[in-house]
């Protein structure tokens, strides 16, 4: 539902079982869109076990359509159970996320995190990113009528909030989230944070706009792209 704070449109989160219910986010009242669906077993057992015998990992590849997928993850993971079908549940997100904002190229993030990359709530500067939380606990994000926004450009301010306000995005869920960087969305980007580490890594995937194609050097290092 949404409502006007001083004139301006409350942005709010859209919930669906259907992936038809991340076209909400086109709508100017959106900021968050979240598919809600079960995870095959195979996808499942794979994240969990690439993210507790990887630790620590990070890749980041600009794709072209033509490219393959496979060297988002290291060599030895594409030896274990269910990587394939881990592997095709991506190129399909890609290929939705292509179809959604005809990108020139996707970004695509590939991260396991035992500690907390970004603890403090903050917005993202670009137009909007898709995330998956494969394994661990999703990304947690405030609901609009608890921000503490700026009236000026600059940083958010800190948020002072109880536990119970926080939400989370379900793991397996895939979510779009609108950022500073959507034309007309400036000052209204979902506000979002990585929970607290926990017993099980965090397997996160994100797909970003990208001005450039990036290639994996022969070191396999990770490679920074500017995004739009």
């Known amino acids: 539902m949404s409502g006007e704070i001083n004139g301006a449109v409350i942005p709010v989160a859209v919930h669906g079982e259907k992936p038809e219910s991340l076209t909400a986010i086109f709508q100017e009242n959106v900021n968050l869109a979240i598919w809600q669906r079960t995870l095959p077993t195979q996808v499942t057992e794979f994240a969990t076990r690439f993210a507790l015998e990887a630790r620590r990992f990070e890749r980041f590849l600009g794709l072209d359509a033509e490219d393959d997928l496979n060297q988002i ?4 993971a594409l030896e274990l159970p269910g990587a394939s079908a881990w592997l095709n549940d991506v190129q399909e997100l890609i290929e939705m996320y292509r179809c959604l904002f005809e990108p020139a190229a996707v970004g695509v993030r590939l991260h396991v995190l035992p500690t907390t990359m970004c603890p403090r709530f903050h917005t993202d500067r670009v137009p909007t990113r898709l995330l998956v939380t ?10 609009e009528r608890i921000i503490n926004r700026r009236n000026e450009p600059g940083p958010l301010p800190d948020q002072e909030v109880n536990d119970r306000d926080i939400q989370v995005m379900p793991t397996g869920a ?14 209204r980007g979902v506000v979002h944070r990585s929970p607290a580490p ?31």
């Open 198 to 228: 926990s017993a099980q890594p965090r397997l996160v995937l994100g797909l970003d706009w990208c001005r450039v194609t990036l290639k994996l050097d022969k070191n396999r290092r990770y490679l920074h792209a500017l995004l739009d």
């Open 73 to 76: 993850l290291p060599g030895w």
């Open 134 to 143: 494969y394994s661990g606990r999703g990304t947690e994000w405030l609901p």
């Open 174 to 187: 895939v979510c779009l989230l609108k950022g500073e960087a959507w034309v007309g969305n400036e000052g």
